[in-house]
């Protein structure tokens, strides 16, 4: 009797082996594909936000309520320029004087008159001067002030968007891990269960998945509050952010440390700011020095007289003109010792002026150092790593096609690859936050 072909794949089992095996080569020389059939993959969602780098840190200058406030107070300021070296307002007096109590005739005595009076003081000069640049300085502090606020703004929203780039990147490479590390369980399982594999390699791998679910909590929990502290800086109460990925993020190197110190301390807001403070205490200083001479008043009067002469003719009118000044006999107890304060003063801003250069200098070569230490890791995984992993994940996709290499030998290849660009994801968002922070240093 003729012997009838081996039909066990026509079996419920042998259907389900060969629908299961057919999908893993599916997933395995169809990533893409597979992801998108596995899981929902990060898409922009209805209603929030969809942002570039760019776009964020436009809406946040645009909104920010510090900023505005800074702003007005900017505009307050400049205002009283103007002022600060005017003259004081003139004085007018109108009465009557040598008025007799006992008539209260104003025709009764020869010295009873109306009188006005205008009163102009002068300061001694160069104080006007003085003053008028002292308010013109400070004026420049609130805007050495805004500009400060504004990079560092500028430099919050850079680095909250790029945390938001990692995570998203992260959370999108956890969904592949997933759905990798399911395959490699169920090989594992069926392995088992066909008693040529162990139950710690189920365990093992079960355990890799727990982790990486814990991992996903903790990443999406981290989105949320990225995400908030994100929205305050864009002057949003509420909502959501969608960031625009860019397909491809490039590092690139930026200028030697040398220069980079050159340039900070030339545009650093915050050194720019204490030496405005330094020449407006200087001049305050000086300021204090003039008040040793005094300020002058001019006193002009018209007084008319009412009334006749005797020999029947009008009385004469009466004009006057004074000059007056304070005399500052007390100046050690008062001048002096204003002079001591503002110098004392100038002497604490040029102190701190120096200390601030000396940071300024020291936190630069430390991020310089730490960004030229990410270029190299980038050039790394860019050049060698990821590659070499790329390589090897299709080495052994064409061994396992031949019947040379083992499943779970494949699917952990594919698993040390994404995360090979984890962490290549992590040193491109911590390189670009260090930049951001650079560029806020030296003023750009």
């Given amino acids: 009797m003729k012997k009838l072909p081996d ?8 259907i389900f082996k060969t629908v299961f095996f057919g999908l893993l080569i599916f997933f395995l020389f169809f990533p893409g594909k597979a992801i998108l059939f596995a899981s929902k993959i990060s898409s922009p969602s209805p209603g929030c936000l969809l942002l570039s780098e760019d776009e964020a840190i436009h809406i946040a ?44 005739s104003i025709d009764q005595e020869a010295m009873t008159q109306s009188q006005i009076r205008i009163t102009q003081r002068i300061p001694f000069p160069g104080k006007l001067n003085l003053k008028e640049n002292i308010q013109r300085l400070k004026t420049d502090e609130k805007s050495y002030a805004l500009k400060k606020l504004a990079l560092n703004i500028k430099k919050d929203v850079s680095s909250l968007w790029w ?13 592949r891990e997933r759905a990798t590390l399911k395959k490699i369980i169920e090989l594992t399982h069926s392995k088992y269960e066909a008693g040529s ?8 791998a079960q355990l890799e998945l727990t982790k990486l679910i814990d991992k996903e909590i903790e990443f999406k929990t981290r989105m949320k509050d990225t995400e908030s502290r994100l929205l305050f800086l864009l002057g949003k109460k509420e909502g959501c952010i969608d960031i625009k990925r860019p397909k491809v993020v490039h590092l690139k190197k930026i200028k030697d440390m040398e220069s980079l110190k050159k340039e900070a301390l030339l545009k650093n807001p915050s050194i720019l700011e204490k030496e405005t403070v330094l020449k407006r205490k200087n001049l305050i200083h000086k300021l204090k020095k003039r008040e040793y001479y005094p300020d002058f008043s001019l006193t002009g009067a018209y007084g008319k007289r009412f009334g006749t002469n005797p020999n029947g003719d009008d009385r004469a009118d009466f004009l006057t003109f004074m000059v007056s000044l304070n005399i500052p006999i007390f100046f050690k107890a008062k001048q002096g010792q204003e002079v001591v304060s503002a110098l004392e003063r100038a002497k604490a801003i040029e102190n701190e002026l120096r200390d601030e250069k000396i940071k300024v200098k020291d936190r630069l070569s430390g991020l310089f150092s730490t960004y030229k230490g990410l270029l190299k890791k980038d050039a790394l995984y860019t050049k060698s790593i990821i590659p070499k992993a790329e390589s090897t994940l299709n080495a052994l996709k064409t061994s396992y096609t031949a019947g040379r290499a083992d499943i779970l030998g494949l699917l952990r290849a594919e698993l040390t690859l994404y995360r090979f660009k984890e962490a290549h994801i992590n040193v491109l968002s911590r390189a670009k936050k260090i930049k951001a922070e650079i560029y806020a240093l030296i003023g750009r």
């Fill in 163 to 175: 945390e938001l780039y990692r995570i998203d990147s992260i959370l999108e490479l956890i969904e």
């Fill in 7 to 14: 039909q066990t794949f026509l079996t419920p089992k042998g």
């Fill in 197 to 204: 594999g162990l139950q710690s390699d189920v365990l093992l």
């Fill in 61 to 104: 200058l645009k909104n920010n309520p510090r900023i505005k406030s800074l702003s007005y107070q900017i505009e307050g300021e400049r205002a009283l320029i103007s002022p600060s070296g005017s003259l004081p307002d003139p004085i007018l007096g109108i009465g009557v004087l040598n008025l007799p109590t006992d008539t209260f």
